[in-house]
């Protein structure tokens, strides 16, 4: 079945520096991928939706400038935090379709835990 | 803007037993998609049953059920014969049609925690 790979699996880092999520689609081309956050007992809110070789689009509330999204390829999505602080520290999702797999075909990576300290 | 609710924030359930999880939703979409998702302990979400709201049939996934109530904008979840790999958060979520220019979008509720006891 499909597989999606994020990287890493959790990551630590100094306040005011910036980290790079990757997000990997294994058997499939995903035309089409998702970043998710998740609080504690929260559910998972989408933060944007990235199509390859385009620009992504944010969902409101989400700064464009802080969480840098590049879907460079159709097998990669990155998710860049700049400047993070301890209040971005969270648990982020991402997910992948492949091209004419709506509504169904979403296939979720692991998560990645980040800690700002 | 849609929204969903599971009010459950937890539930437990003997093994072997059957357990249903409630999940509610707003919405003035006529047309659209629901879905129940698991996660595990390792994180990972996995699809476990869909259903189109166009469909008066509900949807049968082996030991997983929906009860899709249109009208009252309920769609629950019945798990049969429950087994101690069921152990997970299930996240209810919505999707409604997309339309041009539309966001594919996936709204989730808070999630239930379900623990199944030996």
């Not at chain 1, 602080?85 to 982020?92: A, N, R, V």
């Not at chain 1, 991402?94 to 797999?101: D, E, V």
């Not at chain 2, 409630?22 to 996995?46: A, G, H, V």
């Not at chain 2, 049969?80 to 989730?108: H, N, W």
């Amino acid at each position: 079945g499909a597989v999606v790979s994020q990287h890493p699996s959790w990551v630590i880092c100094k306040s005011g520096t910036s980290v790079k999520i990757e997000c990997r689609s294994l058997d499939f081309q995903a035309t089409t991928m998702f970043w998710y956050r998740q609080f504690p007992k929260q559910s998972l809110m989408l933060m944007a939706t990235s199509n390859e070789g385009s620009k992504a689009t944010y969902e409101q509330g989400v700064e464009k400038d802080k969480f840098l999204i590049n879907h460079a390829s159709l097998t990669l999505s990155t998710l860049t935090v700049t400047s993070a602080h301890p209040e971005d520290s969270s648990f982020y999702i991402c997910s992948a379709r492949a091209y004419g797999l709506y509504p169904y075909g979403y296939t979720f990576g692991s998560g990645t835990r980040l800690t700002v300290v | 803007a849609q929204t969903v609710t599971q009010s459950q924030p937890e539930m437990s359930v003997q093994e072997a037993e059957t357990v249903t999880l409630s999940c509610t939703y707003d919405t003035s979409e006529s047309n659209y998609y629901l879905f129940w998702y698991k996660q595990p302990p390792s994180r990972q979400m996995i699809l476990v049953i869909r259903q189109e709201a166009y469909k008066q049939q509900n949807a049968t996934e082996n030991r997983f059920s929906v009860n899709f109530q249109k009208a009252a904008k309920s769609f629950s979840l019945k798990i049969s014969d429950s087994q101690l790999g069921d152990t997970a958060m299930y996240f209810c979520a919505f999707m409604k049609l997309l339309t041009q220019g539309g966001s594919e979008k996936l709204v989730f509720g808070k999630g239930t925690k379900l623990t199944v006891n030996p």
